[in-house]
């Protein structure tokens, strides 16, 4: 008989990575799918070879990923998504993140979670009350109907997923890692946790997680894939698989009902505007005014950095670079160099502009079709000139105004897909935090969400929970055109909670500042900085530092002021993981080229066409 699965990998242990290790630029002229599984990129590689484009593909792509990396994403999630039209220049957005049920007020979940009068609290991360409605099953329809090719079916997009639940895959080590960290949660969280638990007769119950390199099967997910495929939304939204969901909830004291269920499948999706921010600072002219072909004088040569608007943080990154834009137009800092890179002073003003721009989003950002969200003005030059003054070059500063969002430990897939007609998409996908509640609907193979622990419990606090509404949501794709045409710089992102806009400034300023590569600028270690998301509750100084950041860089920021952890091995999550795809055309031949990089800190790659 041959070895055992076991005998591939070393013993398990939190090492990160035992070695240093280092990925190339991955090129394609057809198209490239970049994420953090292998087996739900090649979901999307099938797709796009079926004659799909790269929004079916990623629909591929994020139902793949619910069935190989479930301690990150999946069906009983949220989604939101930016499309770029290559005919158009243009970019759109879909908001598909569901709502509060309209049992769920303020009072009825104060008082179930025990409460009194006048008294902070937070909804917990495991509680049943942090589920709200899955927006994700609308959403995977929803992008295929509004930016797919129309020459895939559902059927199709979903058969690739399917099969690796019926037939099974192999478990990747990070996946494994954090399924086995998860374990006791998923058999407490709900009666049906075994569903998501590999099936061994020597294991306590016959289930458990399963390791590195094993078989995982998943058909009662496969089969709710086939309902989506077949019957569309109402497919989750109606029958057996929104009974089973509500009778979950209402069996552990939560308040969803089916009319929850029936009001996003007759609301779907939302089409929304996208925001951005034009760059010019830091040199980005003259860096790139070479590579432009056929250039003018007076051609606005920058970059625009376009997000998704609140509910989700995307602002927050915004913000951030335009701070440092107003901060380096009035010479509070420098121009940097690629040596300037991860330097203490560069650091320093990057964590402080996120500071300040947590400051405000931590407020402001909510459901704007319940609340006013000055969202213009949140990212217009004067405003931004104005918080930039709170900025110290030669000291960290106190939480500003309002207590800023932190480092709070979640899970999410991103992922990016283009295709050969030059479009591309930024897509993310998530439970909120690992498996989210770990909840469990009856024979569905899926997890409900945690996302409206992200609500405030403090009435008047515009992010406030109330019936029908959407939180601070922390999931945001973004994109980067040329200012100079509109054409496509790159789809990017990066997972990971509150992580997110933090890893949106540092990986695109990796590219503009550092003159890194793709990968280079997801290879590089990142900061993170950490407060809660207060909102009244205790403020957080920290700032996380990943291993690998240079010595003198960690101390500076430390006689600076800056509370300084040092993040190793596989807490390392904490820093996100991402991926790009830069959009390119040979000077000579005329032919675009798609250029991918994808984090060394997920389990995946990035995969030509």
């Given at each position: 008989?041959?070895?055992?699965?076991?005998?591939?990998?070393?013993?398990?242990?939190?090492?990160?990575?035992?070695?240093?290790?280092?990925?190339?630029?991955?090129?394609?002229?057809?198209?490239?799918?970049?994420?953090?599984?292998?087996?739900?990129?090649?979901?999307?590689?099938?797709?796009?070879?079926?004659?799909?484009?790269?929004?079916?593909?990623?629909?591929?792509?994020?139902?793949?990923?619910?069935?190989?990396?479930?301690?990150?994403?999946?069906?009983?999630?949220?989604?939101?998504?930016?499309?770029?039209?290559?005919?158009?220049?243009?970019?759109?957005?879909?908001?598909?993140?569901?709502?509060?049920?309209?049992?769920?007020?303020?009072?009825?979940?104060?008082?179930?979670?025990?409460?009194?009068?006048?008294?902070?609290?937070?909804?917990?991360?495991?509680?049943?009350?942090?589920?709200?409605?899955?927006?994700?099953?609308?959403?995977?329809?929803?992008?295929?109907?509004?930016?797919?090719?129309?020459?895939?079916?559902?059927?199709?997009?979903?058969?690739?997923?399917?099969?690796?639940?019926?037939?099974?895959?192999?478990?990747?080590?990070?996946?494994?890692?954090?399924?086995?960290?998860?374990?006791?949660?998923?058999?407490?969280?709900?009666?049906?946790?075994?569903?998501?638990?590999?099936?061994?007769?020597?294991?306590?119950?016959?289930?458990?997680?399963?390791?590195?390199?094993?078989?995982?099967?998943?058909?009662?997910?496969?089969?709710?894939?086939?309902?989506?495929?077949?019957?569309?939304?109402?497919?989750?939204?109606?029958?057996?698989?929104?009974?089973?969901?509500?009778?979950?909830?209402?069996?552990?004291?939560?308040?969803?009902?089916?009319?929850?269920?029936?009001?996003?499948?007759?609301?779907?999706?939302?089409p929304v505007n996208p925001i951005s921010l034009k760059f010019r600072g830091q040199n980005v002219s003259k860096?790139?005014?070479?590579?432009?072909?056929?250039?003018?004088?007076?051609?606005?040569?920058?970059?625009?950095?376009?997000?998704?608007?609140?509910?989700?943080?995307?602002?927050?990154?915004?913000?951030?670079?335009?701070?440092?834009?107003?901060?380096?137009?009035?010479?509070?800092?420098?121009?940097?160099?690629?040596?300037?890179?991860?330097?203490?002073?560069?650091?320093?003003?990057?964590?402080?502009?996120?500071?300040?721009?947590?400051?405000?989003?931590?407020?402001?950002?909510?459901?704007?079709?319940?609340?006013?969200?000055?969202?213009?003005?949140?990212?217009?030059?004067?405003?931004?000139?104005?918080?930039?003054?709170?900025?110290?070059?030669?000291?960290?500063?106190?939480?500003?105004?309002?207590?800023?969002?932190?480092?709070?430990?979640?899970?999410?897939?991103?992922?990016?897909?283009?295709?050969?007609?030059?479009?591309?998409?930024?897509?993310?996908?998530?439970?909120?935090?690992?498996?989210?509640?770990?909840?469990?609907?009856?024979?569905?193979?899926?997890?409900?969400?945690?996302?409206?622990?992200?609500?405030?419990?403090?009435?008047?606090?515009?992010?406030?929970?109330?019936?029908?509404?959407?939180?601070?949501?922390?999931?945001?794709?973004?994109?980067?055109?040329?200012?100079?045409?509109?054409?496509?710089?790159?789809?990017?992102?990066?997972?990971?909670?509150?992580?997110?806009?933090?890893?949106?400034?540092?990986?695109?300023?990796?590219?503009?500042?550092?003159?890194?590569?793709?990968?280079?600028?997801?290879?590089?270690?990142?900061?993170?900085?950490?407060?809660?998301?207060?909102?009244?509750?205790?403020?957080?100084?920290?700032?996380?530092?990943?291993?690998?950041?240079?010595?003198?860089?960690?101390?500076?920021?430390?006689?600076?002021?800056?509370?300084?952890?040092?993040?190793?091995?596989?807490?390392?999550?904490?820093?996100?993981?991402?991926?790009?795809?830069?959009?390119?055309?040979?000077?000579?031949?005329?032919?675009?080229?798609?250029?991918?990089?994808?984090?060394?800190?997920?389990?995946?790659?990035?995969?030509?066409?």
């Open positions: 008989m041959p070895l055992t699965t076991s005998s591939v990998f070393p013993p398990e242990s939190h090492v990160f990575q035992k070695f240093p290790s280092r990925r190339s630029v991955v090129h394609s002229t057809k198209g490239i799918v970049s994420c953090t599984q292998p087996l739900a990129a090649k979901c999307g590689i099938q797709v796009l070879e079926a004659g799909g484009n790269c929004a079916d593909a990623a629909v591929a792509v994020a139902a793949g990923l619910n069935m190989t990396e479930p301690c990150s994403t999946g069906i009983g999630g949220d989604m939101f998504c930016l499309f770029y039209d290559a005919k158009t220049k243009k970019i759109s957005a879909m908001n598909g993140s569901g709502r509060s049920g309209n049992k769920c007020t303020l009072e009825t979940i104060r008082s179930s979670l025990g409460l009194k009068d006048g008294e902070f609290g937070k909804i917990p991360m495991s509680s049943v009350h942090a589920v709200s409605v899955p927006g994700a099953p609308a959403g995977w329809v929803d992008t295929v109907e509004r930016f797919g090719s129309g020459k895939v079916s559902m059927e199709q997009i979903l058969a690739p997923a399917i099969e690796l639940g019926e037939k099974g895959f192999p478990v990747s080590e990070g996946v494994a890692f954090f399924w086995d960290r998860s374990e006791p949660q998923i058999r407490g969280a709900s009666p049906n946790g075994s569903e998501m638990l590999k099936k061994d007769p020597s294991a306590k119950d016959g289930v458990r997680a399963p390791k590195a390199g094993e078989i995982m099967k998943n058909p009662t997910l496969a089969k709710t894939f086939r309902a989506l495929a077949t019957e569309g939304k109402k497919g989750f939204y109606s029958g057996r698989i929104a009974t089973e969901l509500v009778k979950v909830v209402q069996d552990l004291g939560g308040h969803l009902e089916l009319d929850d269920l029936a009001h996003h499948l007759e609301t779907g999706s939302e860096l790139l005014k070479d590579s432009v072909l056929n250039v003018k004088d007076g051609d606005d040569v920058g970059l625009e950095l376009w997000e998704h608007p609140p509910n989700g943080q995307g602002i927050v990154a915004l913000m951030a670079l335009g701070i440092l834009q107003e901060l380096e137009a009035a010479g509070r800092i420098p121009t940097w160099g690629p040596a300037d890179f991860n330097s203490a002073p560069y650091l320093h003003a990057i964590i402080e502009a996120l500071r300040i721009a947590f400051a405000d989003a931590s407020w402001f950002v909510t459901d704007p079709n319940v609340e006013a969200v000055p969202t213009d003005a949140l990212v217009s030059s004067p405003y931004l000139a104005e918080r930039a003054k709170l900025f110290d070059p030669a000291r960290a500063s106190a939480v500003p105004a309002h207590g800023s969002p932190a480092f709070s430990s979640s899970d999410t897939v991103y992922f990016a897909a283009s295709d050969s007609q030059g479009n591309a998409i930024s897509f993310i996908n998530s439970n909120y935090g690992g498996f989210g509640t770990c909840i469990v609907p009856f024979g569905c193979g899926f997890t409900l969400q945690n996302r409206a622990a992200n609500f405030s419990l403090e009435a008047g606090h515009p992010n406030a929970l109330a019936p029908r509404k959407r939180p601070y949501h922390t999931i945001i794709p973004a994109a980067v055109t040329n200012l100079h045409d509109g054409s496509l710089h790159s789809v990017y992102g990066v997972m990971g909670g509150f992580m997110q806009p933090q890893g949106h400034v540092q990986v695109l300023l990796g590219q503009v500042v550092g003159r890194l590569s793709p990968q280079q600028a997801l290879d590089a270690p990142r900061v993170c900085i950490g407060s809660g998301m207060s909102q009244g509750g205790a403020s957080d100084l920290t700032v996380f530092v990943e291993e690998g950041m240079p010595a003198d860089a960690v101390e500076g920021l430390r006689e600076l002021g800056h509370e300084v952890r040092v993040v190793e091995d596989m807490e390392r999550a904490q820093f996100g993981r991402g991926q790009i795809i830069r959009w390119s055309v040979d000077p000579v031949e005329g032919i675009g080229s798609w250029s991918a990089g994808s984090d060394p800190r997920g389990d995946g790659g990035a995969y030509p066409l």
